[in-house]
Each structure stands twice: as C-alpha cells, then as structure tokens.
C-alpha cells in the first residue's frame, strides 16, 4: 500500500465548475440514436413518444446537463427540413458518413428537443457548414428559437410546437478540417464568421456559438482561429480530442496488456498538457478570458466489437475507460476556469459509451458510473487541491493518484482515481481553510478488465466505502484501479 499525501485550500478557490463539463454526445451513428436512444412509438420496449424510458431514467440519474446533436461528422451533411413533420412524409437521406446506410429522418428536431425536455438539460445543435448553406442554418435556428410570426416560426407552429425552444450552444460545423469540408483554418475563420452573421438572437433567446477547434494537437489551428476571431463573434472554440493508445486500432476495449493498460492512461493525462497549452494561446489573444475552450468530443477509442449485431464504433467498456474517464474529468474540473463544457463521445453504443443497449435491454457501463460518482462537482468552486504523486509506468507520464476537489452548499466533494493496475494507495489528506465535520464515501474498483454486460449488468457498480476524519486530516484508502468520491461536509 502506497502512502500518498494530499493538500486542499477550502479558501484558494480557483472557477465555477460549469454543468456543461459534465456534458454528453448523440450522433446518427451506429446504434446511438436508432435503438440506442430512440425505438419509436411502436415498439415494445417502453418509451415516451418513441424515446427509450430506460434510458432517459438513467440519465436524469447523473444529471446529464447537456446533450450535443446532431453529430459529429453526420451533422456536416444534415438536411434539418428533412428532419420535421409528418413523421410518415418525411424524406429520407444517405448516411454517407457512417456506413451509407439510409437515414428516414423519424428523429429529427423535435424529437431531439423532447428527449433533452425529458432528461431536463440543455440542447447543443451543431450545424451544417461543410455541405449546407448558411441559409439553412439561419432558418433552422429561426424555426427553434423565433417566437412569432415569421415563416419558419409558424412551420414548427404547424408541426405540433407553438412555443420556441430556448437554444444556447450552436455549433458553427463541426471538424471543418476534416470530414467538415477539408478546410484550411483560414479558409474555416472566415466561413465561421459568415455564418455566424446570420444565426440571430430571437425572442430572447441567447446563442452562446462555437467555432470549429483543433484536433488534439493542431495548435495552428487554434492560433488561427484566435488571431482572426473575436468574441464578439465566437463564445467558445471546440477542441477534440480521442484517447487513442494505438493507431491504427488493433484491440477490442477488454484485451490489453499492463503496458497497454498504462499507455492508455497516459493519453488520459496528456490531456491536461493540451489544455495548458491551447489555453496559452487563449491567453494571449484573449488574456481577459472571454472566449471559452469547449472539449466538444472526447473518450477512448478502442476498436469495436467484432462479434454480434453491435453497429458502428460500439465497444465494450471496461475499468480502464472508468480510469480514464476520471482523470479527464478531473482535469476538467482543474482548467474549469477556461474549459466550460466538455462532451463524451458518445451517449449510448458508440465509442466511450455511458450505456450499451441490446433490444430491451440495457446496461450502465463503468463510465456511467464514474459520471454519477463525479455529479456533485457541477456548479460548484474549483478548489485547489495538490497531490504528492509517484509514477507509475517508466517513461509515460501515469501520476499514480488523480484528484480535483470543489465545494457547493458547504460540502466538498473530492474525486480521486487510483490509475494503479496493482497497487492500492493510501491517501492523507490536510483539508485546510473548512470546518469538516463529516465524511462519507462511494466508491468504483474491480479488475482493469472488468466490464459489466447483458448478463452479468452489476459486476461493476458503486459501492458506498468508509473515509476517515480526524482534526482536519482526511485518510482513506483506495484498491487499485478505483475511483472514488468523498464528500466533506463542514
Ligand atoms: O465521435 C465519432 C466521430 O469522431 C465524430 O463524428 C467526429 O466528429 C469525430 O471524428
């Protein structure tokens, strides 16, 4: 058992923690929407209005403050038109993007606004830029959001919905550089800033807009865009970013070595490197902090699943992405002072998925877990938190211990994963600055490999785990591969 000494300050308060850092991801991709989320209104497995009840329980669960819609690379071919109305009038399209299969368009606008009414959080639509016109765009956020007569506004009244729908975040395209249109981020700035121009402010209603960002490393690009954007333009730049720990992908998401296991985890980690460092360029175009980073998609991609009906991109989902899941986290909730919102990709079925489905059944991978684990950092103060960490893996940069700490209504809620494949931890923790008075704790572990499935859908599951208080001293101890939550209440 590895001793390990922590610090918090209660009083060195370092940013809101946005909701939206806590934020999700469906895209028409694979079994995602179709099955996934949606099963329409005939199906047998329990819906509202064709949404899976299920699924919309289980996300009402961690509090999912935001679903972004609707992609990914599909939402650089969306037809929006094609996606309202008589269910049975409308017109179906090509999913060039994921596999070419064809798109009947049953879960358009509206539907996608029902769910996140549903689930109670905020919608993210991401337009059309690549192969759409602006004024399409213009005109879908006009059918949203205009409260009156015009006549996009009175075409929702016709299909069924008087009132607008408040809409905040607008993604202005998506991956421009790539499957968005091949585009140079010169090129990119300035459609960003044409189309910008149109998408107006109805009614009262507030679009907080994103511009296309980097992938991962493209530091360029972000340069570019902050050099020929300002915020009286853009609100947010969307960084993406994949936990790749092989390319080309050769492993299913269970089978891999410790060495694998670790490389994984420090991809995880290099996350806080690329946040530092697109955030210096933030800085110095932007140093009173006006325009925001958004980690629009981010999550491991593993290869997917070769057995089975499973779809496009599904994976199974194990510890190791629990792990890395807490440690992206975490470091989110570190940068929160730049980074407002982050994504996983995706919801349910594809990629990092928070829940896998198959017919009426369905399961809460590790991930979901860590997301219930973690809800109580959304709208609370960053706080600061230092851990005296070791290394784990020779010449990858894997901190044993990962750990971010805020507090809301007189309670500090403190997050730590044990990223060890073998060896447990010790924490010591000085909470300096907070009155604690009393403690308790949840907590993740199993084997790296664990995963829950159809037939074993417990094998993972959060437990409730002792932590200790004494004169302002916090002890607990964390197995290896494990996540945790303490709360502290003073
Ligand atoms: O999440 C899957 C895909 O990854 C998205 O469609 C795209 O934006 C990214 O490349």
Redesign the pocket.
Known sequence: MRKISMLINAKDKTAYIHPEIYGH?A?H?GRCIYDGIYVGENSAIPNINGIRSDIVEAFRQIRMPLLRWP?????DEYDWKKGVGEKSKRKPALNT??GGITEDNSFGTHEFMELCELIGCQPYITGNVGSGTVRELAEWVEYMTFDGDSPMANWRKENGREKPWRLKYLGIG??NW???GNMRPEYYADEYRRYQCFCKNFSGNELFKIACGP?SADYNWMEVMMKNLDASHVNGIAL?Y?IMPVWPKEEPAAEFDDKMYYKTIACAYFLDELIHRHTAIMNHYDPYNKIKLVV??W?C?HESEKSGNHGL?FQQNTMRDAIAAAISLNIFNRHSKRVVMANL??AVN??QALILTENEKMVKTPTYHVFDLYKEHQGGEAVYCFCENVNMAEGMNTPMISSSASIKDNIMTITLANCSIDEGAEICCSICNFDAKGVGARILTNDAHAYNDFDAPDKVVIEDYQAELKNGILSVKLPACSVAEVRVRR
């Open positions: 991801f895209e991709l992609g990914g690379s599909f939402a993007c994921w998506n991956e790539g499957s968005g992938s993406h994949y629009d998609e999550g991609w991109l990709a995706q594809v990629l």
